[in-house]
């Protein structure tokens, strides 16, 4: 058998076959929640990227690596033939992690989370919504990072939404990454071996990134507009845009979990705002909204819905 290694991703406690240079290592003690190793995969339907039996999802991504995911507790990883380990880690950090946190129950956002004053803020929005832009930001001005692209949430007892930490690094496009005054030759793309993709890898240290759970303060749904300007989403049209913004959320029914994660929809908008955040394009304008933005969300930190 391979050995194993323990990391940690999400409050839970990794095992892993492979080894996972993005994640920290597990530094607490008990049994390993997650468990990661090679295997054969058998291909499911060409027609579609991933087929499910039981409680098993089969993910298949060419030319990288077939997947199997049981029970939220143990994802197989078969890679093609020479395939680096960087682009396997790239899909099962993603996709397949995503799949396994929808077998868990847990609440996945497509977002990012940074931390103000000791609590979670979170950006979410469709890839290119500038997410990873804006946490960087925060990153250089000594904001933690939470979370870079999933943001899993879940609930106390009476329904306060936590955010555990996520992956402790930022992605971003090449003009972000020169903008910001980060060298390319410093980093690697995420996904090796294809010189056309302008996404580099930002590792986040550990000084720098959230090593505990925080009470989720505030969410932002990022838009683009001509001026920056924030305004509250309510009620259903809240939980909506939740919905929209679940990570791979094509997963929801394979694992039967629609009424669960609408009802974990519902919870969230009830207990954390949800505001709308349309800005300016270009990091030109970024030192000025992203000012505005601490002292919006500070306020919302201060004015909890039922406090």
Aim: hydrophobic share 40%; charged share 25%; aromatic share 8%.
């Amino acid at each position: 058998m391979a050995h194993a290694s323990d990391y940690q991703l999400f409050g839970l406690r990794i095992r892993s076959e492979i080894e996972l240079p993005e994640l920290f290592p597990f530094d607490g003690e008990g049994e390993a929640n997650v468990t990661i190793r090679w295997g054969s995969v058998a291909a499911g339907p060409v027609e579609r990227p991933f087929d499910y039996e039981g409680e098993a999802i089969a993910l298949s991504i060419g030319g990288v690596a077939r997947f199997r995911i049981e029970d939220g507790s143990t994802i197989l990883v078969d890679p093609a033939p020479g395939v680096p380990e960087r682009n396997i880690r790239l899909f099962l950090l993603g996709s397949a992690f995503g799949a396994l946190l929808h077998q868990r129950g847990l609440l996945p956002l497509h977002a990012n989370a940074i931390e103000i004053d000791g609590k979670s803020v979170a950006f979410m929005g469709e890839s290119g919504a500038g997410k990873s832009t804006l946490a960087a930001w925060f990153h250089d001005h000594g904001h933690r990072i939470i979370a870079d692209d999933v943001c899993v949430v879940r609930f106390r007892t009476g329904g306060q939404a936590v955010t555990p930490p996520g992956l402790p690094r930022l992605r971003l496009w090449h003009d972000a990454l020169k903008a910001m005054g980060r060298e390319e030759s410093n980093f690697q793309r995420s996904y090796a071996g294809d010189n056309d993709s302008n996404k580099f890898d930002v590792p986040v240290a550990r000084e720098a990134a959230a090593t505990a759970e925080a009470d989720l303060s505030a969410i932002y749904l990022l838009e683009k507009a001509d001026a920056l300007e924030i305004s509250r989403i309510d009620g259903l049209a809240a939980a909506e845009a939740v919905f929209a913004n679940t990570y791979r959320g094509i997963y929801i029914n394979a694992v039967k979990g629609e009424h669960r994660h609408w009802s974990s929809c519902v919870t969230l908008v009830r207990n954390t705002p949800i505001y709308r955040l349309r800005r300016r394009w270009g990091l030109d304008h970024m030192e000025e909204q992203c000012r505005r933005l601490v002292e919006h969300a500070k306020e919302a930190a201060e004015n909890p819905i039922g406090g």
